[in-house]
């Protein structure tokens, strides 16, 4: 197939330079365009970026001239990696002048006619572009810790029921974007606060893996509670999780949903898939951010420690990469299941 031309707004933040990285040779997409802001806008990107990721800035992309993150581009796909502080009305603009907008920003994550999409567990929740009165449209990426729990409740809610979960997350300072944290402030350190964390865990995951109907979303019915705390780890975040279910499987009866899981992007081969969604661990010490953040080149979710709970019925231990499968990865999955759908010829 002919590559088609995307673009990326917010370039030269950690998020953006994650897309740049991931978009390197894709099959379905050439990287044509990059936007920042005014700042950095007319110089060569290798200029305008201090380049932060392990592989080194390909020439093809440091050569590009950076423009405004204004609709005058000529990719129709945008990828968005700008900062929550002007996400929302930017990516409306491009929307509004014909763009389709995937972004990773959570301004327009609660829309009611915007996706809040996890392609292996609300595909169909793309039905709701045709309802937006854009000329283009907007799909969100959830927020990075939402997407590992999400990933792990999916099976156990459809197979068993959901009535209740709590989660407790150690999330990467690399979710804290760039520079993020102080070194003094993290080193020796844990830190039990992240700004608007533990609200998105307790929200998200209900839109997420509710049921569609009518053009509009039926939350799903259980509670979660959030607890979340930033930790000297650079990339994985780890979360403890509890649940409640409706029924009580055996822990064998949930370790096989998890292994059998698959869903759209496995059926279609999409080049950003897993093979795997999610690998179960039996070992006692698994799963661990240095080993299994990069499982399936960073798009698998991790889980282990699977054993019964006294105040809930189990508990477990999820790991996930942050900024690949929980942001830019992510991002990139949807497009290609919107490609490959047929979303982006409407």
Known sequence: MKKISVAILGATGSVGQRFIELLLKHPYFELTELGA?????????????NWIMQTPLSPEFGDLVVKECIPNFESKIVFSGLD????????????????FVISNARNHRFDADVPLLIPEINFEHLELLRVQNYKGGIVTNPNCSTIGLAMALKPLHDNFGLEAVNV??????????YPG??????????????????????????????RISSA???????KISAQCNRVPVIDGHTECIQVKLKSKPTMEEIK?????????PQELKLPSAPINPIHYFEEDKYPQAKIHRNLENGMGVAIGRLRECSLFDYK??????????????GTILIAELMQAKGYFDR
């Open 316 to 329: 477990f231990t999820i790991l996930s990469h942050n900024t690949i499968r929980g942001a830019a990865g």
């Open 84 to 99: 929550s502080s002007v996400a929302g009305e930017i990516e409306t603009q491009f929307a509004e002048a014909g763009y």
């Open 168 to 177: 407790v997350t150690m999330q990467a300072i690399s979710g804290a974007g």
């Open 256 to 264: 096989k949903v998890w292994r059998e899981f698959k869903s759209e």
């Open 37 to 49: 802001s005014g700042r950095s806008a007319g110089k060569k990107y290798s200029d305008a970026v």
């Open 216 to 222: 509009k979303i039926e939350l799903a019915n259980f």
């Open 181 to 210: 944290i102080a070194s003094l402030d993290i080193l020796d350190n844990v830190v039990p606060f992240i700004g608007g964390e533990e609200e998105k865990l307790e929200t998200e995951p209900a839109k997420i893996l509710g």
